[in-house]
Each structure stands twice: as structure tokens, then as C-alpha cells.
């Protein structure tokens, strides 16, 4: 499938991009990513943002192709990259259309560093394989990519194992290693989830700082909104392995559409009105056999109707920001008597 | 009601440090000088980076650790020193709840004997009749339903089996509860409704609670004052709304600068980088944040600056001087369609009714995108 009816708001130094995702399991009777796309242009950061077990790391994982073949059913999805396109559909995705181009730092740290070598091993391994050049300059990179992502002292760090370092460190290790050869695109699970603060911020500086000076594109998935606040140039909110808004954060953020955003939005505690009780998105998300159909958030939204039982398509509220709600905007939908 | 509950004097607790036959372990001063009060009906919010020596102090406070040194007074009643039925009491009177809703929650245990069973311990002669019925009201309190009773843990999500160590906590009745980062492990829409429950819970029993926390919304949300943690020692001290008002401690402005702005903003507020946090094992001297501080003079080095209060105070030497600089990032505001949005929200789920209006005619030209890319 071709993209023609807005090629014109998008222009070409589209990065990455995937249409039409459509996915689920084997034995499952209802898809988990349901006709997801997704964009990410040149300097540029997507924030993929929604509840646990929304389909975000399975659709990281898709673009990827890190899901398990046998037990996976892609059937719909084309990902392109940088202009060229891969059907998903019953294929695993070549590692030469990823190549040195992505780099993928994972929500589980501790599973994909080896135990068995030093931090300085296995990011120097990284830099070598990737750009090549002398062990001495892979060492000078993994060093001052270290420094880079907050770790004191990093020479004594290179010649530790990972069973020596926090959490913390762990995650900010696969980090350096993931932006050590300049990705062009850089897809990164969760990755300050585990991280204090003050670090979290030194990370978030780092990616924005990579972004303005390489141009690199990031497709962010977290569940925290202030991450996406901090960092989010675009943004796709994800409800029940559908994308239910997306569009630039600043639009989703001063004009929420759809009643899970809004709600989201609502269940954040405000540094300006402390105390106020938090306004909730009620019950939890259902599992991907429980899924009602139509709006698959209608179980829990306080606005469903009857017309909720068909599923709404992402319509424009303006050419760049999109909902998929029958009833927004809400004001000129409903009233509430209290 | 502002009478003290807690009070803990000079608090220190190291580990390690004892020749072992693994060989010398280093010495962690996980909590070292801490004193503090909390009073009655207010809930007291710890808070500081990983590893700062938080979770410490909790078990020190409720004597599920030994400290090194110093002690611990709950309602004027030295902690360290009762046995027996004093004991009891007071894990009666004292309950924790844990980070973990997945692992602190026995797994072959029904949530009716997860929530009956601290009273088969602390109000034995109650008839089994009883006790269900007690069940049943802490479940319904907490906003599960009794049925769920006969279910286990594992049938739960995240927020409920929360929702199961509360109703646990509440069960023996008791005055103060602890919270170690309770809401922590939560996705934002079910913390929300955790945070909702214990906020009603404190106000309508007059719980007295100490919550732990990393996340700085929350805590702003959620207490009445705080203390800010740094490598085992409080740096700072006083009622949430001054502190975040005005942070006198460097520690606390680098803190406070570091929450995200929540409208989507590009942040031009950028935050002081701090580097990573000295080990516990071998603390800097003087002022432990001294090599982390951006306004660290020689005296930092060689003096260790003193809260000097148990309720208010500010540990550093120059904070008198210091400029403050960290405004929060207030969201601005929202434009009128979005405020009754957001009102239209808050209205529905607390129960409004919903009426749908007559299709508009512009409802019906709205454009809908054959391709959402
Ligand atoms: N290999 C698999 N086989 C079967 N089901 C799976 C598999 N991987 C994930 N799932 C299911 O797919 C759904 C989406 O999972 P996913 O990991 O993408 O969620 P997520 O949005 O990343 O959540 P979190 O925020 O918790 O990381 C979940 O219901 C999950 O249980
Ligand atoms: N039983 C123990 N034996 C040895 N060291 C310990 C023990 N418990 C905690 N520590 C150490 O004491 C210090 C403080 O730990 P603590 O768990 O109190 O920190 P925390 O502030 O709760 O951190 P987090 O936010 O990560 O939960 C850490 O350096 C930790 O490694
Ligand atoms: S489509 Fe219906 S159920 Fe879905 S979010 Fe909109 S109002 Fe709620
Ligand atoms: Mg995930
Ligand atoms: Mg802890």
C-alpha cells in the first residue's frame, strides 16, 4: 500500500515508518497490534505511550522482526525505511534493511548484556563491528560514551562485569552502547523506566542532543507522561494494541481528544493542585481474548454508547493530529449532569 | 491531632563492615544521623534517589530492622525495647505495604486469608463469622468486592492486588502505615485510584502515613511534609508546599528541576546534571553532596552541615545565601474547549450522567482519513 493522501504534509526525510500493523499470537483469537502506523522523520522523537500490555514493546519488536517467528502471525504491515519498503507480512525482516542503521535498547537490561564479559568488551565489540577502526578509538568511544550517560569513574567501570553494576547502571550501559555508532534511528523500550530523576534527565538530554546533532530519529516507547513531555516531538497513544490519538505533543497535550488520553492526563498528580482528588480512568485493561470489539476502550470509558460497538477510524481533528473516537470532542458530543 | 506518633532520634544503620568468611565486606552506611517526627493524622513523605537508605529507614522505623544506633519512639514508647505483648501491639498498630503488589502477596493463599489472617493474629477470639464479615468490609473499604475473597493473587491486576496489601494493612486496625514506593510498580490510571484510595483512607480512619516515594508529582499530591534523602542522611526537611515552594538545599533545587514540565513544552528549563550519586560505602566527607554540589566552597569539604530539628530544617552551610532558582513547571493553562473537556471527564467518572446530544451537522463533515499516516 502507498501513502498518497498525505504525502504532501510529510515530506520525504521520512526515517522510518510502518502501516498498517496488524499482528497477534499464536492460539489468540483476537489481534494484539490491530492496524498500527507509525512515523518518525529525521530529528524527530515518537513517543509511543499506553498502559502495560498495550502491544508496545510487541510493536517495537515487530519493526525490529525480534518476534518469534513460528509462534507470531503478522497479517498486515509494510515497513519502510528511508524509502525502502518490506511487506511484513510472512517475512522475518532482514538484518541488512535494519543494518547499522537502528540500534534497539531493550526494556529488560539485564537479559541482553553477556554476564560473562566486561561492560568495556562488549561495548568496544559494538563500536568494532559497526564502524571499525582501531581497538585503541573503540576504547576512546565506549569511554566517553560512559561519560556520556552519567557513569562516574568509567575507566574502573570498562573492566567491570554486569553482575557488578546497580539496575541503573545496567540500563544506562546498554544506552551508551546503543548510541555509541550514531544510529540513524534508534528505538529504545522503556529505557529510563528504572532510573532516578536526575538521570533520567541526563538521558533524555543525551537523546535530544544526538537528535539535533545527528539528526537521529527515536521511536520512544514508555508509560510515564512526563517522559513524553520532556522529550516528545510527536506522539502516538496507544490503547489495546490500537493507536487511539497521535500527533505533535504539543497539540495532544493542550488539546487531548480521545476520553483514554484525557484520562491519562487527568490521572497525573499536578504539582499545581495538590491534594485535588485525581480524576481516574476506571477499572483495568481487559486481556487481548477479553477485548470487546468496536472501540476497544469502550469497557472502560464513561462516555460509550451504543454506537461504540463499531470501531472508529482515526479522523483528523487538524491535518497532523488524529482520533479515533465517535465522540469527540467530547463538548460538542455530550453533556454530564452531575 | 499534632500530637508526635513517630519520633526517631540519631538513626544509624550500617551493614556489612564485619570480617565475614567471605572475606571483609565493605561497610554500607545505608542510614547514618537521621531524626525525624511525624505527628499524628499527617502523612510524611521520604523521598531521594536510589539506594539513599529510604527502604532502610522504613524497616528501622518499624523495627523490622535493628539499628546500629539510636532509636525509635512510637506514641512515647521506645521501639527497640518492647517484647512480648508490647510487641504485638505494636505490629498491630504499624503496618507496611509493600512496593511489589506481585511478589509481597503470598501466592497460594486466598485473598480472604490474606486479609483474615492479621486478624486470626491480632483478634484471635473473633468468630469465623465475624472474621468474613470483617473480610468483606476491608475488601469493599479498599474498592474490591467481598466475592473476590475466594480468589488468589495471581487472578488480580497490578492495582488490585495493591488494593489486597492495603485492605491487609488495614486489617488489624492500624494508627500509622508505612508505604515503600506503594505506588511505584502502578501504570498512571491505577496509581491514580491507589492514590485516591489512601488519601480517603488517611482522611476518613485518621491513618497516620509515611510514604516513600521517588516520584516528586506524587509526592507533592499525596503529603503534608517531607523529608529529602541524601546517602543516608536527611538534607532537608519542612511541609511539602514550602519545600516545593522554595528549596533552600541544593540537593532539593536539583531535585525540583528535574520534573518534567507536563504540557509538552520543549524544555528550556534544562536541569542541572548532577553525575552519579558516591557509594554509600565510602561517603564523601563533610558534606556528602559536597562532590556533587554546584555551589560547593572548601568548608563543605572538611564540615558536615547539621538539619538541627526534627521537623524543619535545611543541612546545608550556604543555604542562606544561595539563590533559588527552580521554578516548577507549572502547565499552562488550557484553553476553554479543553478545560470542559477535562470537566466533562472528571464529571463522568465520578458518576455524572452521560447524555449524548443530536448529532451537529458539523459531526457529520468531520473528514475521515482513508490513511492515517
Ligand atoms: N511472545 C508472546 N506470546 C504471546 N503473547 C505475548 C507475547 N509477547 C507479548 N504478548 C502479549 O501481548 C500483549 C502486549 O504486550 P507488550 O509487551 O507489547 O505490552 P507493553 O505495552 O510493552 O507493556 P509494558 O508497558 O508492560 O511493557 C500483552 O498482552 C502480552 O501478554
Ligand atoms: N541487607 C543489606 N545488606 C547490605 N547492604 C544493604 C542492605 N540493605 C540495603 N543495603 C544498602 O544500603 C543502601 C541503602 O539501601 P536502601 O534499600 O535503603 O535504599 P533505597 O533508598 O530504598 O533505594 P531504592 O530507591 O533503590 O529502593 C544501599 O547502598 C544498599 O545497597
Ligand atoms: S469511541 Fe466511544 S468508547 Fe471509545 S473512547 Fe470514544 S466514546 Fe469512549
Ligand atoms: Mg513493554
Ligand atoms: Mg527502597
Not at chain 1, 75 to 96: H, Q, R
Not at chain 1, 249 to 278: K, N, V, W
Not at chain 2, 135 to 140: D, F, I, K, M, T
Request: with cysteine; hydrophobic share 40%.
Amino acid at each position: 500500500m502507498i501513502t498518497k493522501a498525505h504525502s504532501s504534509e510529510y515530506p520525504a526525510d521520512t526515517l522510518l515508518s510502518v502501516e498498517n500493523l496488524t499482528l497477534r499470537f499464536r492460539g489468540q483469537s483476537n489481534d494484539v497490534v490491530d492496524d498500527v502506523s507509525l512515523r518518525v522523520r529525521r530529528g524527530e522523537v515518537l513517543c509511543v505511550v499506553g498502559e502495560s500490555g498495550c502491544g508496545k514493546s510487541v510493536t517495537a519488536m515487530a519493526l525490529m522482526g525480534l518476534l518469534p517467528v513460528g509462534s507470531t502471525r503478522i497479517s498486515s504491515g509494510l515497513l519502510k525505511i528511508e524509502g525502502e519498503s518490506l511487506c511484513l507480512v510472512d517475512t522475518v525482516v532482514p538484518a541488512t534493511l535494519r543494518g547499522n542503521r537502528i540500534a534497539m535498547i531493550f526494556q529488560e537490561p539485564m537479559t541482553s548484556l553477556n554476564p560473562s564479559f566486561t561492560i568495556g568488551n562488549q561495548i568496544a565489540e559494538a563500536v568494532l563491528q559497526h564502524r571499525g577502526g582501531s581497538k585503541a578509538a573503540a576504547r576512546e568511544r565506549s569511554l566517553e560514551m560512559l561519560a556520556r550517560v552519567g557513569i562516574a569513574s568509567p575507566e574502573k567501570r570498562l573492566s567491570e562485569y554486569p553482575h557488578q553494576l546497580s539496575g541503573g547502571m545496567r540500563q544506562r550501559v546498554m544506552i551508551a552502547m546503543a548510541l555509541a555508532n550514531d544510529p540513524q534511528i534508534l528505538i529504545a523500550d522503556e529505557p529510563t523506566t528504572a532510573l532516578d530523576v536526575t538521570i533520567q534527565a541526563q538521558i533524555l538530554n543525551l537523546i535530544r542532543d544526538l537528535r539535533d546533532e545527528t539528526g537521529m530519529g527515536t521511536i520512544m516507547i514508555t508509560h510515564d507522561l512526563g517522559v513524553v513531555a520532556e522529550i516528545a516531538d510527536t506522539v502516538a497513544v496507544m490503547y489495546g494494541g490500537q493507536v487511539v490519538e497521535q500527533g505533535p505533543a504539543a497539540d495532544i497535550f493542550a488539546d487531548p481528544q480521545h476520553p483514554y488520553t484525557i484520562g491519562l492526563m487527568s490521572s497525573m498528580p499536578r504539582l499545581d493542585r495538590p491534594g485535588e482528588r485525581l480524576s481516574i480512568v476506571p477499572g483495568t485493561v481487559p486481556t487481548v481474548a477479553a477485548m470487546p470489539k468496536g472501540c476497544r476502550f469502550r469497557t472502560r470509558c464513561a462516555f460509550a454508547n451504543e454506537i461504540c460497538g463499531t470501531r472508529p477510524s482515526l479522523c483528523d481533528v487538524t491535518p497532523l493530529h488524529s482520533v479515533a473516537c465517535h465522540h469527540a470532542p467530547l463538548e460538542a458530543h455530550i453533556e454530564v449532569a452531575v | 491531632m499534632s500530637d508526635v506518633i513517630l519520633e526517631a532520634t540519631s538513626l544509624v544503620k550500617h551493614f556489612g563492615g564485619s570480617d565475614s568468611w567471605f572475606g571483609k565486606t565493605p561497610k554500607v552506611q545505608a542510614v547514618d544521623g537521621v531524626s525525624l517526627r511525624v505527628r499524628r493524622g499527617e502523612t510524611f513523605a521520604i523521598v531521594g534517589e536510589s539506594g539513599c537508605g529510604k527502604s532502610t529507614l522504613a524497616r528501622l522505623l518499624m523495627r523490622l530492622l535493628e539499628p546500629t544506633s539510636g532509636a525509635v519512639m512510637f506514641e512515647g514508647k521506645e521501639v527497640s525495647s518492647v517484647s512480648g505483648d508490647a510487641l504485638k501491639t505494636l505490629r498491630r498498630d504499624m503496618q507496611f505495604i509493600f512496593q511489589d503488589p506481585f511478589s509481597s502477596l503470598n501466592p497460594r493463599m486466598s485473598v480472604g486469608k490474606l486479609v483474615g489472617e492479621p486478624l486470626e493474629v491480632h483478634a484471635p477470639d473473633m468468630s469465623a463469622q465475624h472474621r468474613r464479615d470483617k473480610v468483606a468490609e476491608l475488601l469493599r473499604k479498599v474498592g474490591l468486592r467481598p466475592e473476590h475473597a475466594g480468589r488468589y493473587p495471581h487472578e488480580f491486576s497490578g492495582g488490585q492486588r495493591q488494593r489486597i496489601g492495603i485492605a491487609r494493612a488495614l486489617a488489624s486496625g492500624p494508627k500509622l502505615i508505612i508505604g515503600d514506593e506503594p505506588v511505584s510498580a502502578l501504570d498512571v490510571s491505577v496509581q491514580a485510584q491507589v492514590i485516591n484510595l489512601m488519601g480517603d483512607l488517611s482522611r476518613d480512619l485518621g491513618l497516620t502515613l509515611v510514604i516513600i516515594a521517588h516520584d516528586l508529582g506524587v509526592i507533592r499530591h499525596m503529603s503534608d511534609r517531607v523529608a529529602v534523602m541524601y546517602l543516608g542522611r536527611i538534607v532537608e526537611m519542612g511541609r511539602t508546599e514550602e519545600v516545593f515552594a522554595n528549596p533552600r538545599h541544593p540537593y532539593t533545587q536539583a531535585l525540583l528541576a528535574s520534573i518534567p514540565s507536563m504540557d509538552g513544552s520543549d524544555a528550556a528549563r534544562r536541569p542541572v546534571v548532577l553525575g552519579e550519586m558516591p557509594s554509600p560505602s565510602n561517603p564523601p566527607s563533610g558534606c556528602r553532596f559536597h562532590t556533587r554540589c554546584p555551589h560547593a566552597q572548601g568548608r563543605c569539604k572538611e564540615e558536615s552541615p547539621t538539619l538541627g530539628s526534627y521537623e524543619d530544617g535545611v543541612a546545608c552551610h550556604f543555604w542562606e545565601t544561595l539563590a533559588i532558582d527552580t521554578p516548577l513547571p507549572i502547565p499552562s493553562p488550557r484553553s476553554d474547549a479543553t478545560q470542559a473537556r477535562f470537566a466533562l471527564y472528571r464529571a463522568a467518572t465520578e458518576g455524572g450522567t452521560v447524555t449524548h446530544k443530536k448529532p451537529q451537522p458539523e459531526t457529520a463533515t468531520k473528514q475521515h482519513r482513508e490513511d492515517h499516516l
